[in-house]
């Protein structure tokens, strides 16, 4: 990560760390690295925006930056951030640009640059940007005709709409579904997508205005899906994120259905259709021993990666294996779109449960989640802590308690001054105690330690 760029573009409370004065620069140097060889053609780059009040004033500064190098912008309006990815590949768009910070709060807001094939920068066309945001003398100011014009692009949303369809081969008619769009970019596309295959559809948070964004809703706060979802006697509900890049479900008994458990249904699915790419699944770390168990089960091989999509992409891609995705509902189809994309994982997911004519829980079921206790130890330093004796220690007899019941993960925060430890095992009280223990041992190794988060 560098000074501006995090691991998920750049991010930060809106007209304060994120000002318009950096959009537009963030726009002069993006355009200039990613439109650097287009072949003589006018650079044309796509941008989104997700429904949040400092959309607007980000997304004109930006396109202002991108006009004064030279480059067109086409504007989708509000769209999701995997709209934006498909739409910059299918479009022949030289780059796209999602303005939007995904599940944060309203007050915080992102730029996140997408290359011409739909993928996440590499790190190093990331630190290229970077390294001209305070050098503007070295980009050039072309005049008259040169100059860079907008086009609405909105209809083009459609496109997008119509390839997800594109991807089942099945109709949702006779579903009765719930849909929490956390007032953000899927509130007008979700239950447009839904009706139009056939699904009887109840949306909820669907009338954002610009404050409400992902408050008390959405695939973080699934409460008000599950009470509806009961209340309806509907047969599931989905829940997306402020951009709509990932999905959470809840089951007609109101159990949530996360990550985990979409990633196995899918992926056992698609095994047994024979369209599993080297029958494996990639995840991370963080994912439930239950799946890594169900899918061992299965013939189902994982990969693991570190937290975060962009380790999920690369294995992905490194791997030639098309589907993976993190707990918190980040799933990637990547046969079909070049991200992780919330409305893609719901069609997958509502494909299997109308082809095998049964319901969200009885397929999530088949997979048993063990019971997970996460601690956050805030600490003075993470330096050096793996290289604690008194640390690394306790973890291996935790380990050897739990055997091939349970396993251990702790990891030290990428952002934050904490050192995560989590355990996995069929006993949560159990859990909770060797936590503890080994909480306990950094905090008394690693000073000065301070309230857990």
Known sequence: ????????????????????????????????????????????????????????????????????????????????????????????????????????????????????????????LENRIEQLLEVDDQMPRPTGDAIGLTKDKSKE?????????????????????????????????????????????TALHAEPDGVNINVACGSTHPEGLRKEVLQRGAHLGLAFDGDADRLIA?????????????????????????????????????????????????????????????????????????????????????????????????????QVIKEKATTLHQLATTMKKYPQILVNVRVGSKEGWDQKAAITDKIREVEQLLGENGRVLVRPSGTEPLIRVMAEGPDKEELKKHVDDIAAVIRETLTPAAEEV
């Open 250 to 350: 809840v089951d007609d008994t109101g159990e949530l259905v996360d990550g985990d458990h979409i990633l196995w249904i899918c992926g056992e699915y698609l095994k047994e259709q024979g369209q599993l790419a080297h029958d494996t699944i990639v995840t991370t770390v963080m994912s439930n021993i239950g799946l890594y168990k169900a899918t061992a089960d299965a013939g189902i091989h994982t990969e693991k990666t570190r937290v975060g999509d962009r380790y999920v992409m690369e294995a992905m891609r490194q791997g030639g294996f098309k589907l993976g995705g993190e707990q918190s509902g980040h799933i990637i189809f990547l046969e079909h779109i070049p991200t992780g994309d919330g409305l893609l994982t719901a069609l997958q997911l509502l």
């Open 157 to 201: 949303v459609q496109r997008y709409l119509d390839h997800l369809r594109s991807t089942i081969e099945t109709d949702l008619c006779g579903m009765d579904i719930v849909v929490d769009c956390a007032n953000g970019a899927a509130s007008k596309w979700a239950p447009l997508l839904l009706r139009d295959l056939g699904a009887d559809v």
């Open 1 to 124: 990560m560098g000074k501006y760029f995090g691991t998920d573009g750049v991010r930060g409370v809106a007209n304060r760390e994120l000002t318009p004065e950096l959009a537009y620069r963030l726009g002069r140097a993006g355009a200039f690295v990613l439109t650097g060889d287009t072949n003589g053609d006018k650079p044309r780059i796509l941008v989104g925006r997700d429904t949040r009040l400092s959309g607007e004033m980000l997304e004109s500064a930006l396109i202002a930056g991108m006009m004064s190098i030279g480059a067109d912008v086409w504007k989708l309006d509000v769209v999701t951030t995997p709209g934006v990815a498909f739409l910059t590949r299918e479009l022949g768009a030289h780059a796209g640009v999602m303005i939007s910070a995904s599940h944060n709060p309203f007050t915080d807001n992102g730029i996140k640059f997408f290359g011409p094939d739909g993928f996440k920068l590499s790190d190093e």
